[in-house]
Structure formats: structure tokens, C-alpha cells
């Protein structure tokens, strides 16, 4: 399922109320950088801004609302706060399951990993020490 959320924030400038607003696709985010740190641009984009105008300036003022979250960003979004680190590290536990899984249904005979919390857990940890191995 893809993971998703509304971004939005509102500011005034000049008597004018500015209420830029766009959809992230959390997965891609997270493959391209690993986090979110180009938000206020691509808020600033979606209403013609750019980093040189005053709007700007007074817009990465405001705090960025999160609304609206499919998938496993459901879980981690608050008041309109998102958690991106929580969520970083299940949507990687989850990638690493994705991988597994498989494995276990032809090993050991095993559907689902999540009825085996053990057998899961140590197969996730020999992923991850296969990661650190693995030359650069």
C-alpha cells in the first residue's frame, strides 16, 4: 500500500493568505533522501514561491500541518504532527519483511511471519547482519 500524507500550512503576507497544501508520497521520500527536508520548498513551489521572495522568508515560519495519511503513515501522524522517524523505521522493518518472507515460506514452510514473532525477528536480524557485510 502506498504511504502518503497532506502537507499544508497558512500564513498572511501583505494581507494576503497564502494556504499551500500537497500530497508527499512518503515512499519516495524516503528513497530518495531518508527524510523530509525539502518540504517548505516544495510547499513554496506548489504556489509559485521561491527561497529568494520575502513570502518566503515568512512562510518557513509557520508550522507545517500533516493530515490525511494512507497506509502505515496512519499510525504515525498526531494532532497534525507526523513522526517521520517512527515512521522511517517501521517502513524499513517492513521492506526487510517484505525480503523475508518469501524465505520463510519456501524454508520453512512458514505464510506469515507475524504468527511466528521469533522466527521473525531472528530472520530480521540476519537481513541486517548481511547489510553490514555486504561491501560498499
Given at each position: 500500500m502506498k504511504n502518503s500524507l497532506q502537507a499544508t500550512l497558512e500564513f498572511d503576507f501583505r494581507g494576503e493568505r497564502f494556504t499551500p497544501s500537497i500530497t508527499v508520497d512518503l515512499d519516495s521520500a524516503i528513497i530518495r533522501n531518508g527524510h523530509l527536508e525539502k518540504l517548505y520548498d516544495m510547499l513554496a513551489t506548489s504556489i509559485g514561491l521561491d527561497s529568494y521572495r520575502y513570502e518566503y522568508d515568512v512562510m518557513v515560519m509557520q508550522e507545517?500541518?500533516?493530515?490525511?495519511?494512507?497506509?502505515?503513515?496512519?499510525?504515525?501522524?498526531?494532532?497534525?504532527?507526523?513522526?517521520?522517524?517512527?515512521?522511517?523505521?517501521?517502513?524499513?522493518?517492513?521492506?526487510?519483511?517484505?525480503?523475508?518472507?518469501?524465505?520463510?515460506?519456501?524454508?520453512?514452510?512458514?505464510?506469515?511471519?507475524?504468527?511466528?514473532?521469533?522466527?521473525?525477528?531472528?530472520?530480521?536480524?540476519?537481513?541486517?547482519?548481511?547489510?553490514k557485510k555486504r561491501p560498499k
Open positions: 507545517i500541518t500533516f493530515s490525511e495519511p494512507t497506509g502505515l503513515a496512519c499510525e504515525f501522524i498526531c494532532d497534525g504532527k507526523f513522526d517521520f522517524d517512527g515512521f522511517a523505521l517501521q517502513w524499513a522493518r517492513q521492506q526487510i519483511i517484505t525480503a523475508v518472507q518469501p524465505i520463510a515460506e519456501k524454508h520453512l514452510n512458514i505464510s506469515d511471519l507475524a504468527q511466528h514473532k521469533d522466527i521473525q525477528a531472528a530472520l530480521i536480524e540476519c537481513y541486517q547482519a548481511g547489510q
